[in-house]
Nanobody
Framework: QVQLVESGGGLVQAGGSLRLSCAASGRTFSSYAMGWFRQAPGKEREIVAASWTGGSTYYADSVKGRFTISRDNAKNTVYLQMNSLKPEDTAVYYC????????????WGQGTQVTVSS
C-alpha cells in the first residue's frame, strides 16, 4: 500500500513558476514508477509527466520544455517543477504511483489545485 500526499499548488500569474511535491509512504518508493496527472474543469484527466525507476522520463507535448519531473528516493518524494506557466495549465494536479504501468496507476494522491491567472 502506498499513500501519496501532494503539496505546492496555488495561484500564480502567467509566466510564473511553481513546484509541486508528492511525499510517498512506504519503504519501496524507488521501485515505483511515479507520475503527475492533471484534470481541468470539464476535461478528462491527462498524464503530464512520468518518471521510471531506471531514470527515464516522459512529458506530454503541452508541457515539454516547461515542466520537469524529478524524484528523491531518499526522501520518498517526487517533484514537478513548472515554469513558464500558462492559463491553460490551470487544473487539479494529482500524483500517482504504480509498480508497472503508470498510465493506469494503482495509487493516487488527493490532488492539489494550480491556478494560473492571465
Amino acid at each position: 500500500q502506498v499513500q501519496l500526499v501532494e503539496s505546492g499548488g496555488g495561484l500564480v500569474q502567467a509566466g510564473g513558476s511553481l513546484r509541486l511535491s508528492c511525499a510517498a509512504s512506504g519503504r519501496t518508493f524507488s521501485s515505483y514508477a511515479m507520475g503527475w496527472f492533471r484534470q481541468a474543469p470539464g476535461k478528462e484527466r491527462e498524464i503530464v509527466a512520468a518518471s521510471w525507476t531506471g531514470g527515464s522520463t516522459y512529458y506530454a507535448d503541452s508541457v515539454k520544455g516547461r515542466f520537469t519531473i524529478s524524484r528523491d528516493n531518499a526522501k520518498n518524494t517526487v517533484y514537478l517543477q513548472m515554469n513558464s506557466l500558462k492559463p491553460e495549465d490551470t487544473a487539479v494536479y494529482y500524483c500517482a504511483a504504480d509498480l508497472h504501468r503508470i498510465a493506469t496507476p494503482d495509487y493516487w494522491g488527493q490532488g492539489t489545485q494550480v491556478t494560473v491567472s492571465s
